[in-house]
């Protein structure tokens, strides 16, 4: 993500949301089996465009849009 993003991220662990699920299994096996689906982005490009549009927001507005994780207890996008 570094590579993306050209810089180093500062990261700040924070406890987890009362609706945070425990566990997140990111697997499309039963969407491509039972939707025939698939994506149309891959993983990376998908990364530098979700990062290319939050560098657009104002400064501040980022905040709304951190990623929370369930290992980490969340990442805030500088």
Same mark, same amino acid.
């Given at each position: 993500?570094?590579?993306?993003?050209?810089?180093?991220?500062?990261?700040?662990?924070?406890?987890?949301?009362?609706?945070?699920?425990?566990?997140? %299994?990111?697997?499309?096996? &039963? @969407?491509?089996?039972?939707? *025939?689906?698939? =994506?149309?982005? $891959?993983? %990376?490009?998908?990364?530098? &465009? @979700?990062?290319?549009?939050? *560098?657009?927001? =104002?400064?501040? $507005?980022?905040?709304?849009?951190?990623?929370?994780?369930?290992?980490?207890?969340g990442v805030?996008?500088?």
């Amino acid at each position: 993500m570094v590579e993306i993003v050209e810089e180093q991220p500062t990261i700040k662990y924070l406890p987890a949301w009362v609706l945070d699920a425990p566990v997140s %299994v990111l697997d499309i096996r &039963q @969407a491509r089996a039972n939707r *025939r689906w698939s =994506p149309h982005t $891959e993983f %990376v490009e998908g990364v530098a &465009q @979700a990062w290319n549009w939050v *560098r657009t927001l =104002p400064t501040g $507005e980022a905040e709304a849009y951190s990623v929370k994780t369930q290992t980490s207890g969340g990442v805030d996008i500088p």
